[in-house]
């Protein structure tokens, strides 16, 4: 994952609840990444995320570079992470807008300013999203925007791993409380 980082390849990493692919996203890729090279932006969408307030995010942590050309300082790499990618709600013809607006940057390197509707071209971003697979609240997303990505699954903990994970969390706290044997 972090070689599709370094060399600016979108990731997307999918997989079921639980799997961790945002602690893996976030805390063992992007949060190691050096700071003198790579900044961060982190997104969590929601049912209720709006294309005007991702993009006002991402706007106010980029810097104007010269006259239509924004990005993050000189030197540096900006590493936007989406998390829960598909979970912006659905409109009435099937459009996603937070997500039309992230496509528009990946097929047209950049957006449309709010104020004054003039071209922006941003530089130097990359996107590494997570997302769930569809159903329970989360919706499907486009093929036109997820055909951008390198698609990494995460797969589910085997039982007996998931016993152990939970012994020993459990094991700690008894021990740590001091709770009768019984």
């Known amino acids: 994952t972090d070689v599709l980082v370094t060399h600016n390849v979108p990731l997307l990493m999918a997989g079921n609840t639980g799997t961790g692919k945002t602690i893996l996203v976030r805390d063992r890729l992007l949060n190691a990444l050096d700071k003198d090279v790579y900044q961060n932006i982190f997104l969590n969408f929601s049912a209720q995320t709006s294309a005007r307030a991702s993009q006002n995010i991402i706007d106010s942590q980029l810097d104007k570079r010269r006259k239509g050309v924004f990005g993050p300082p000189y030197g540096k790499r900006t590493v ?75 797969t589910d903990y085997a039982a007996p791993a998931l016993e152990k994970i939970f012994k020993t969390i459990f094991d700690w706290h008894f021990d740590k409380d001091r709770f009768p044997g019984e």
């Open 80 to 154: 936007i992470f989406v998390d829960d990618l598909n979970m912006p709600m659905l409109q009435t013809y099937g459009d996603q807008p937070p997500i039309e607006l992230l496509r528009q940057w990946m097929d047209h390197n950049g957006w449309y300013d709010l104020k004054d509707c003039t071209f922006r071209e941003l530089v130097d971003l990359q996107f590494v999203a997570a997302m769930g697979p569809p159903g329970g609240g989360r919706n499907p997303v486009t093929p036109r925007y997820i055909r951008h990505f390198n698609l990494m699954w995460a």
